[in-house]
């Protein structure tokens, strides 16, 4: 079946340190990978995407390689802000789309 | 780029008393909508998927009667907690597959959440 692990937080980080949250999948077929953030009392928005073996997503400083071969989607910033403090959530879906899998979210604290 | 509206955002409600929450696709249809549950420092739980013009499906252990979901057009769903109780306070959050990207992922797009704090 198809599940998302990710690693357990908080994570507490100093401003401008660099930033990973690891991820890794089990699916059948070829999903598609994402990493959603919540910020403090709002909704999950999407943060990056990728859809094939090898694409980095990226956006906002924050990059994932879909690696295939390791099943991960690790998620990085070289230098993270107070302003990145948020739940990061990593994700999975199937190529129809009708399914989505999420990790447990990691909840990340930046301090200045 | 694709929203999705969720209302109300905050709501509070005495014991026993239901309460509607609405999930409306602003600029897209969506013939499927997902709705979730969040506790405080946990991650999602799907409770069920809302499918336009038939009955939604839901997920194990989650009581039909009691989370009734109504998908009444392509653009709406609601989902309305019966009968209240404290252990129904929660953050509930609604998405809907925004369409296909580029790339050819199916993107989901997410409400801002509506909680529920029952007295």
């Known amino acids: 079946g198809n599940s998302v692990t990710q690693m357990e937080g908080p994570v507490t980080l100093s401003e401008e340190a660099f930033l990973t949250i690891n991820c890794t999948y089990t699916a059948t077929g070829y999903p598609s990978l994402f990493w959603y953030v919540q910020y403090p009392g709002e909704g999950l928005q999407l943060l990056l995407k990728a859809t094939k073996a090898d694409d980095k997503g990226s956006n906002k400083g924050f990059e994932a390689t879909y690696r295939k071969e390791t099943t991960s989607f690790h998620l990085e910033k070289g230098s993270v802000q107070v302003s990145d403090s948020a739940v990061y959530f990593c994700a999975l879906s199937d190529r129809t789309g009708n399914q989505f899998y999420f990790g447990t979210g990691t909840s990340l604290t930046v301090i200045p | 780029g694709a929203v999705v509206s969720q209302h109300p955002s905050w709501v509070i409600c005495k014991s026993g008393t239901s309460v509607k929450i609405e999930c409306r696709s602003l600029d897209f249809q969506a013939t499927t909508m997902f709705w979730y549950r969040q506790f405080p420092k946990q991650s999602l739980m799907l409770m069920a998927t809302?499918?336009?013009?038939?009955?939604?499906?839901?997920e194990q252990g989650v009581e039909k009667d009691k989370f009734l979901i109504n998908h009444a057009s392509l653009t709406l769903s609601t989902l309305t907690v019966t009968s209240a109780h404290p252990e129904d306070s929660s953050f509930y959050i609604c998405?809907?597959?925004?369409?296909?990207?580029?790339?050819?992922?199916?993107?989901?797009?997410f409400g801002a959440g509506s909680r529920l704090t029952v007295l």
């Open positions: 998405s809907a597959p925004s369409g296909r990207a580029l790339s050819g992922a199916n993107v989901l797009t």
């Open positions: 809302s499918n336009e013009g038939s009955k939604a499906t839901y």
